[in-house]
């Protein structure tokens, strides 16, 4: 029988033409199908997390001296002859000692703005000859100070960081793991993960210095990663439950309506998180020279956006995988094409399908919508109240009339 048949490829139908795409992606109608396009965003992620592990392990990371050990050298930006520039003071570094510094970067502002060197470990020698030279061609006004930087600093800070690291992800996955499913936490901790090397090679691609400020900014980023992704959870928590007793849509369905409930709020979000930090980019690091402020926002930019392309196009269609492995949730599908297919074969005129389709229809979906709104009530979730004429038709009696009964006076 045709209503027995299992379609053979569970496909999420296509949704209907509500306005244009941009009204309905606005308004999470379904603009767009990610469910059903899963597999493409697979493939674009698994060539994105290639492409970062072999940045990572062929062009490796530029360690900063807090890392690797070094000297540092700093001299006041005032000067006998005017403000002294960092173009100043690397070429007269690369002048005297033929070589190129780790960074030269502008600290502070105002009377207390300096000038500081980060170079590799320089001998006796050749502090004395940097030291003459900076001071008979720049001629700072303050005196010109020097100190070595130990490599175990960085070390430690950057193994606190992975400590903590360590701790995050246990609670996280405890937490997700209680207040929604185990598959949850596994499809969250997967998408964590692929935050993580994303951003880390795009920093070993773009080339920064590696310091104590990327691991931490790395650190901050894992929150506002987990967030986007919990918040869309939520709403397939919310469009799933008590989904196995619907035949309404299947469960990669309920999720895909999820992702785009939620898509302009992820982008919403992230937009006005990325501003301060893009400002933090352009005004610290790139016009004020502060290298620092640099690490930390580079960071936070590459973990921001690829923490909210991975919670739309990566932790949803693993939830759903991981889901439809449930031979409970398989029936729930066959169940959903099934009707569907007895639906078509009415509108086709197919013999001896009307009366099952009809049966079907208006029987069985009538009493999923009253146990979807219960559902709904008992979830706390709003639901739309159907109109008096949806309820006389439900209930078999003529539209445009009162029920019958006895007037009270």
Known sequence: ????????????????????????????????????????????????????????????????????????????????????TTEQVTQVYQDTLNDSPSSVQSVGVGDSASIQIRARTLNPNEIARLKTALTSQLQPEGAISDSAVSGTWGGEVTSQALWALLVFLVLVTIFLALYFELRMAVAALITLFHDVIVTAGIYSLVGFEVTPATAIGLLTILGFSLYDTVVVFDKVKENTRGLLGLTRRTYGEAANLAVNQTLMRSIN??????????????????????????DLALVQIAGMLAGVISSIGLATPLLVDFTMRNPKFQAQARRVYARRANLAAKAAGVEGAADKAETFDEESLASELRRERALSAAGGVPVRNPSAAEQRRRQGQPQGKRPSGKRKH
Not at 24 to 38: C, E, F, H, K, Q
């Open 269 to 294: 979000t992230a937009l006005i998180a990325l501003l301060p930090v893009i400002g933090l980019f352009v005004v610290g690091a790139i016009l004020l020279g502060v290298g620092t402020l640099q």
């Open 1 to 84: 029988m045709a209503g027995e048949e299992t379609p053979k490829a569970p496909q999420t139908p296509k949704p209907a033409k509500r306005g244009t795409f941009f009204q309905r992606l606005y308004t999470g109608n379904g603009a767009l199908d990610v469910i059903g396009n899963r597999r493409k965003f697979y493939v674009f992620f698994s060539v994105l997390v290639l492409v970062c592990i072999a940045s990572i392990v062929f062009r490796g990371f530029n360690f900063g001296i807090d890392f690797s050990g070094g000297t540092k050298v700093q001299l006041d930006a005032d000067g006998a002859r005017g403000t002294i």
